[in-house]
């Protein structure tokens, strides 16, 4: 299917891609990787006057490792981040993003402002209270994860706004970590998806645990009741099995024509607990 017509410009900084934006309101979108907006383009879903490319921007396409923080600008390609960010979460993820001519194309923060509910990116940045850097003609503002992502494909951003950057912390360096997915097949959105972090004392008790859990809801989710069941807990067998059982309690789980309600969460519970187990603390593990 053809694209719509539409008027081409390349923003060469931050601050003329936002000037290009305030100018043009509603009419114009951000063109960075395209893997998300030329299809929905194509559908006719979307049909903006303006294309403001910011692939050449100068100052939107770094990334580098700050105070205990992965920070991505807005140009830098997923495949890119994979290779050199420097945060081995970050870049288990992005492994599992689409397929390597995707990523090559593809943004990470393009992803993040697509906020499709199935993707790798929201999920992270909700797991490890990461933070959407948000700019616009007049301010620059830092939004928390958990306030960004309101819906399937809806964000924080407003009108005349894009993302120029994410901040990625790391996690403790005693915490480990495990990224599952069930999908079709490898590339595709997932099913079920779950990112888990866990970090314990020399005791073997729980510090801290984040579960994310993506692919089963209008946006990525986390698992608060089962994170508030591992915390201050031995993390035995049996406290795995309980968590889990509770991944999916406190939101509503939804289905498509690609899998139930159902099975996401009977699906996802077992999921959850392997991504527990394969999460284990070296404490844990060495017991």
Avoid: W
């Amino acid at each position: 299917m053809k694209l719509p017509a539409f008027a081409y410009q390349r923003a060469e900084s931050l601050e003329e891609a936002t000037a290009l934006l305030a100018s043009h309101g509603a009419d114009a979108r951000v063109l960075a990787g395209g893997q998300s907006l030329l299809p929905v383009m194509a559908l006719r879903m979307s049909q903006p006057a303006l294309l403001v490319d910011i692939t050449k921007a100068a100052d939107l396409s770094g990334h580098a490792i700050q105070n205990g923080r992965a920070v991505v600008s807005a140009a830098v390609t997923a495949r890119t981040a994979e290779q050199s960010a420097g945060h081995p979460l970050l870049t288990e993820c992005l492994a599992k993003v689409g397929h390597v001519e995707i990523r090559t194309r593809g943004t990470v923060c393009g992803a993040v402002a697509h906020a499709d509910p199935a993707a790798e990116m929201p999920a992270l940045l909700l797991a490890l209270d990461g933070a959407v850097r948000v700019a616009s003609d007049t301010r620059r503002r830092r939004v928390a994860a958990a306030d960004f992502f309101l819906g399937p494909y809806l964000t924080a951003l407003e009108e005349g706004e894009l993302v120029a950057g994410i901040e990625l912390p790391e996690p403790a360096p005693t915490a480990r970590a495990s990224v599952l997915e069930i999908a079709r097949r490898d590339g595709d959105f997932a099913l079920v998806g779950v990112i888990t972090v866990l970090d314990a004392g020399p005791d073997g008790r729980c510090t801290d645990a984040r579960i994310a859990l993506f692919g089963v809801a209008g946006t990525a989710k986390r698992a608060t009741v089962a994170e508030q069941v591992l915390v201050g807990a031995e993390l035995t067998p049996q406290v795995l099995t309980e968590a889990a059982a509770y991944a999916f309690d406190g939101f509503d789980v939804v289905g498509d024509l690609h899998g139930s309600a159902t099975y996401r969460r009977k699906a996802g519970v077992r999921l959850v607990e392997k991504s527990l187990r394969a999460a284990l603390p070296l404490e844990v593990t060495h017991a």
